[in-house]
């Protein structure tokens, strides 16, 4: 069965730093590019951070670019959201996602999702 499981979130204050982590179970993570997504109460699903497969390639949206480092051990199976500066409009649920295809930029390219972290930023 195929688990991604998220772990690191927590309740932060404005300017503090959190590290995401997502353990990928009866995949190989290689196979998969990784990304991670984010769900504020009454709002879509939106793009975090994306990385290649072999970690080669990241992306990041720009409210998050310059604050935030995607990353990935694939000895390790595990993908990781390093979140620096936080902002209380960074306040969310954290999804890992997985996708077979070349980006994991978009909802509609994820194969498999994590069940969620939530990210809380005090002002």
């Known amino acids: 069965q195929v688990q991604l499981v998220e772990s690191g979130g927590g309740l932060v204050q404005t300017g503090g730093s959190l590290r995401l982590s997502c353990v990928l179970s009866?995949?190989?993570?290689?196979?998969?590019?990784m990304g991670w997504f984010r769900q504020a109460p009454g709002k879509e699903r939106e793009f975090v951070a994306a990385?290649?497969?072999?970690?080669?390639?990241?992306y990041a949206s720009d409210d998050v670019k310059g604050r935030f480092t995607i990353s990935r051990d694939n000895a390790q199976n595990t993908l990781f959201l390093q979140m620096s500066t936080l902002k209380p409009e960074d306040t969310a649920v954290y999804y890992c996602?997985?996708?077979?295809?070349?980006?994991?930029?978009?909802?509609?390219?994820?194969?498999?999702w994590g069940q969620g972290t939530q990210v809380t930023v005090s002002s």
């Open positions: 990385v290649s497969k072999i970690g080669g390639i990241r």
């Open positions: 996602a997985a996708s077979r295809q070349l980006e994991a930029t978009t909802p509609t390219n994820v194969d498999y």
């Open positions: 009866s995949l190989t993570s290689s196979n998969y590019a």
